[in-house]
Nanobody, 124 residues
Framework: QVQLVESGGGLVQPGGSLRLSCVAS????????MAWFRQAPGKGREFVAA????????NYVDSVKGRFTISRDNAKNTVYLQMNSLKPEDTAVYYC?????????????????WGQGTQVTVSS
């Protein structure tokens, strides 16, 4: 049973930083793609970033390139989303997702496993 548990959300001022964590359990994730999506109030779920656990490939949505970084810690079975220079439009619930694949998908329907989400609010 795959479980993904996110943490690290909160309230931050514009220009600030947060680091989200996604602890993955129930599998060996070396053959999995891991991703972060977000959903703002009244909007659909949006792709943010993704990586292949065992590789160097990374995908980012254009709006976060240069500000957000996805990474992993093998020893802790954890994927991170470092978010810098946060903007009010980054406000959303952020979700971690996983799929067994060597690709790095960007569509939410391509992912099989999801966490419960963590709220990020960027406001002064």
């Amino acid at each position: 049973q795959v479980q993904l548990v996110e943490s690290g959300g909160g309230l931050v001022q514009p220009g600030g930083s947060l680091r989200l964590s996604c602890v993955a359990s129930g599998r060996t994730f070396s053959s999995y793609a891991m991703a972060w999506f977000r959903q703002a109030p009244g909007k659909g779920r949006e792709f943010v970033a993704a990586m292949y656990w065992s590789g160097s490939s990374r995908n980012y949505v254009d709006s976060v390139k240069g500000r957000f970084t996805i990474s992993r810690d093998n020893a802790k079975n954890t994927v991170y989303l470092q978010m810098n220079s946060l903007k009010p439009e980054d406000t959303a619930v952020y979700y971690c997702a996983a799929r067994r694949t060597t690709l790095v998908p960007k569509q939410d329907w391509e992912y099989d496993y999801w966490g419960q989400g963590t709220q990020v609010t960027v406001s002064s």
